[in-house]
């Protein structure tokens, strides 16, 4: 069953004012996939997945379930099985008696309910642990009968909250290919709610990353990481996380804490995005002619700017026989002729304005060149990052992890600097501490100062 | 018996500064538990002691008679006004020319027993006792359970009925007595009465002079009293538990669909079983044990002065136990008096038991 949520809102009002858990959010859960919402906790993907439940009634928006609209609908009439997070086992009863519960509203024959159970609590594997009561059972077991109970009555859409969360490490792993392999198997639309990333890329067909109630990415969960559309997305994503470089762009090549970076990226991407204009640093902006910018003026408008300053002037007082010299302060003002120019970019609507020393030249509707620098966010993921002697960053090697398979190098940008920056090498790579050694991106994302991808 | 009284007194404050100065003397720890002593109450402060004690077993080897003095006012209490008297009690129902001004024994025997058991008004009373306990217990248990989840459910206005049904828990016996009187007047104005009036039947005499009320008018006013007069705590106990609950519980009933019925019967109803336990247990104690009410409803006959036609278990006993005094054989009438209390202790214990028994594999904690 494909499920389609369409502008899907839920605002919670409290005395303090309302809140918005989930800000129109569209998704469309393709039919017998498992997808993963996944976001850092209060983002709105479990107020999200009660909606689609039906526990929670949404404040505007709509959800399909193929092509019913069951918004109105209360969770009983969805057809969806439900996993909580704490799985809600009746203590009173047992595995079998829990598995068989939803079978009996339906009014559905004893021997027959027994018999769907053992065959729903063979597919989970604890078909030996049907007469337990799941006090007796460990968490893992807990969790499968809550699953077997979820799956029993054949929902159109199982929907798991934070199915993990409450195992263990080892078990963790180990559950999450069990989960993985009970979709498959059942091949039920199923939906889970995490905020562990790693959870959600290991058995997600598509993941959801989400935050503030804002869907940021959806899509196959290799392609997010690969290709994440922010900086959210980018920092959220992989353990140890990306490595984020404030870096200046100047129309040519990114330079970072100092260090020019001349890197193989296509430059004139970046240049006809044209989101560099949004994080330029006014005071760099000149009209050169070999500048990378290319705009067409709109409108020039000429003012004159006063500029109030004090200059220090030395004078020569007599102070008894002896000459002194004493620096006095003197007020000047001065009139300088600028100009203001409204510009566009070739094929573009948008019309910026700057402010630039008065030439006559310029005309309405003349090409000009315009260079300028502009702040940006470098994203490296820490695998990303190679030594290479001939590298064009030299770094100062803080400190080393070994984990065994590889290497943890943690490098900052000279000694003194406090900021931090993890990278991951080979192992049998030659690096100390106190090292300065030079390193290469070998994949890097720019973004600029909002978030927001460039390149 | 008043020198005892002011000397028991007397020893108890004695131990008591005792028991302060010990615990001044004593450890830091030992300090700290005094501090918080003072918010608990009598006993449980009591209580807590001995856990304490129980759980430092090592130390409470070598300061065993220090636990003991921290101990002594409680025991001492205890002794003289809870165990001495059972105690008594047990000795001078096989005594039956036990003299109680005297305090002679005379010969062994069970013929106090023979007494109690061979006499109608006792089986009387055990019937009148039994029928209380069969149908008032239940019923309030049911209906309070039935007023909880009722009450849980309410959304709007629940703190304002939440006090409408434990204002009884705190009204005064005596209000209460006579709201019911007039609800249940025998004359044409009672509430009741006025209704039966209005569908068409005849007044009938709920309370009022013994020998007018039908015996089973008397019963259908023991019971509603006793349903009534319970339901407030029993309330209390069980909106507790209910919120206790987790609403996940209900939440996957819900997504599962099932009935209302079958989430207060399979759901509802096992979660709160320890407190329905509970509520079984100390009603079926008190209904067993119920004299008072009969007393406030009946007068001090319980009934008609001749048969006693609503006297109780317990209502029994203290009949026996007022005419010591009066009556010429006051004597064998103490132990016929305590004859009956241990038959009905006996019957209690065996009946909580039985419950206990029941219970345990039904209840789920």
């Not at chain 1, 996939?33 to 996944?38: D, R």
């Not at chain 1, 969805?78 to 829990?98: C, D, K, M, S, W």
């Not at chain 2, 830091?28 to 002691?49: M, N, P, S, W």
């Not at chain 2, 008018?217 to 987790?246: E, H």
């Amino acid at each position: 069953m494909e499920v389609k949520l369409v502008n899907l809102t839920k605002v919670f009002s409290k005395k303090e004012g309302d809140v918005v858990a989930v800000d129109h959010i569209n998704i469309d859960i393709p039919s017998g996939k498992l997808v993963g919402l996944l976001g850092p906790s209060g983002c709105g993907k479990s107020t999200t997945l009660y909606m689609i439940a039906g526990l929670h009634r949404p404040t505007e928006g709509q959800i399909f379930f193929g092509e019913n609209e069951v918004s109105k609908y209360p969770p009983e009439k969805r057809g969806i099985g439900l996993v909580f997070q704490n799985y809600a086992l009746y203590p009173h009863l047992t595995v079998e008696q829990n598995i068989t519960f939803p079978l009996e509203n339906q009014k559905m024959k004893k021997a027959e309910a027994k018999a769907k159970a053992y065959e729903y609590a063979k597919i989970v594997g604890i078909e030996g642990l049907l007469n337990r009561k799941p006090g007796q059972l460990s968490g893992g077991q807990q969790q499968r009968v809550a699953i077997a109970r979820a799956l029993v009555k054949q929902p159109d859409v199982l929907l798991l909250d934070e199915p993990l969360s409450n195992l263990d490490a080892r078990l963790r792993l180990q559950t999450r290919e069990e989960i993985k392999r009970i979709q498959r198997e059942t091949g039920v639309t199923t939906i889970f709610v995490t905020h562990d990333q790693e959870e959600a890329m290991s058995i997600s067909d598509e993941i959801v990353v989400m935050n503030f109630g804002v869907v940021h990415q959806i899509g196959i969960p290799q392609e997010v990481y690969n290709e994440p559309v922010d900086m959210f997305v980018a920092k959220f994503l992989g353990t140890p996380p990306i490595n984020i470089f404030d870096g200046i762009f100047d129309g040519r090549s990114t330079r970072l804490y100092g260090q020019t970076m001349k890197l193989a990226y296509d430059r004139s991407k970046l240049l006809e995005s044209g989101k560099t204009f949004k994080g330029l640093i006014p005071e760099t902006m000149k009209i050169t002619e070999n500048g990378p910018y290319e705009v067409i003026v709109d409108k020039v408008e000429n003012f004159t700017e006063e500029i109030k300053a004090e200059v220090n002037t030395e004078v020569a007082v007599e102070e008894g026989k002896e000459e002194v010299v004493v620096e006095e302060k003197t007020p000047i003002t001065e009139d300088i002729k600028k100009m203001k120019l409204y510009f566009h970019r070739n094929g573009h609507e948008e019309i910026y304005s700057a402010n630039f020393p008065c030439n006559d030249s310029i005309k309405v509707g003349d090409t000009i060149h315009l260079s300028f620098k502009t702040e940006v966010n470098v994203g490296v993921r820490p695998e990303n990052i190679v030594v290479d002697p001939k590298g064009p960053i030299s770094v100062y090697v803080d400190q080393v992890e070994y984990i065994g398979r590889d290497k943890t190098m943690i490098f900052k940008f000279g000694k003194e600097e406090t900021k931090t920056f993890k990278a991951i090498i080979p192992s049998d790579l030659d690096v100390h501490v106190g090292d300065t050694i030079n390193i290469n991106f070998k994949r890097f994302f720019i973004f600029d100062k909002e978030g927001v991808r460039l390149i | 018996m008043v020198e005892e009284k002011v000397m028991t007194s007397e020893a108890t404050v004695s131990s008591d500064k005792f028991a302060g100065a010990i615990a001044l003397d004593g450890t830091k720890t030992i300090e700290v538990q005094e501090d918080k002593k003072e918010k608990l109450g009598f006993f449980a402060r009591k209580k807590k002691e001995k856990k304490k004690e129980a759980s430092q077993m090592l130390e409470w080897k070598k300061d065993w008679w220090k636990a003991l003095l921290c101990l002594a006012p409680c025991l001492i209490i205890l002794g003289i006004f809870t165990f001495y008297p059972i105690i008594k009690t047990f000795i001078v129902s096989f005594f039956p020319s036990y003299n109680y001004l005297r305090d002679t024994f005379g010969s062994f025997g069970f013929d106090s027993y023979v007494k109690v058991l061979t006499d109608d008004v006792f089986w009387r009373a055990m019937f009148n006792t039994v029928i209380m306990v069969v149908v008032s217990v239940p019923l309030s248990i049911l209906i309070a359970l039935l007023i909880t989840v009722l009450l849980n459910s309410i959304k709007k206005l629940q703190g304002v009925y939440q006090v409408i049904f434990f204002l009884p828990y705190v009204t005064n016996g005596m209000a209460f007595g006579l709201v019911f009187s007039t609800i249940f007047s025998p004359m044409d104005y009672g509430l009741v009465n006025t209704i039966i009036n209005a569908l068409g039947g005849s007044s009938v005499a709920w309370t009022g002079t013994a020998e007018m009320i039908p015996y089973w008018a008397g019963i259908v006013v023991i019971t509603i009293y006793a349903i009534w007069n319970g339901l407030a705590f029993k309330i209390l106990v069980f909106l507790g538990g209910l919120q206790a609950i987790d609403k996940q519980y209900y939440q996957a009933a819900q997504v599962d669909a099932t009935p209302k019925g079958r989430v207060f019967t399979k759901i509802t109803v096992p979660l709160l079983s320890p407190m329905i336990l509970y509520i079984t247990i100390t009603s079926l104690m008190g209904a067993f044990k119920s004299y008072s009410s009969v007393v406030a409803l009946f007068g001090e006959d319980m009934g008609n002065a001749q048969d006693e036609t609503f006297i109780t278990a317990v209502g029994y006993i203290y009949k026996y136990f007022n005419q010591v005094t009066t009556s010429s054989r006051g004597a064998t009438l103490l132990s016929q008096a305590s004859a009956a209390a241990l038959i009905l202790f006996v019957f209690i214990l065996i009946i909580t038991f039985v419950q206990m028994w029941a219970n345990k594999k039904k209840v789920h904690y």
